[in-house]
């Protein structure tokens, strides 16, 4: 959906133990090529989800504190 990183979408990735400068290199194409049907918190919560540097990501917790649910009743969750 974003491509093969690089240093502009990941910074340091070039750095990381496995990183090889011969990966094939692949264009993204945004997510709604690929999920059209989604409203924008949907793809909002999604691209937060599959961002490539794991310390940017969003975390579980914070997911589910994210607009895509403010519909649901979350009397019953456990980390209210």
């Known amino acids: 959906m974003y491509g093969t990183p690089n240093e502009k ?3 340091g990735i070039t750095k990381l133990p496995n990183f090889k400068v011969k990966f094939p290199q692949f264009k993204g194409k945004g997510l709604t090529s690929y999920c059209n049907q ?6 909002d919560l ?7 540097d794991p310390y940017k990501r969003i975390s579980a917790k914070q997911a589910l504190t994210h607009p895509y649910f403010d519909d ?3 009397s019953q969750f456990y980390f209210n």
Request: aromatic residues 10%; glycine residues 0%.
């Open 9 to 11: 979408s990941w910074p």
């Open 38 to 43: 989604l409203d924008e918190k949907a793809l």
């Open 46 to 52: 999604l691209s937060r989800m599959i961002i490539y």
């Open 72 to 74: 649901l009743d979350k």
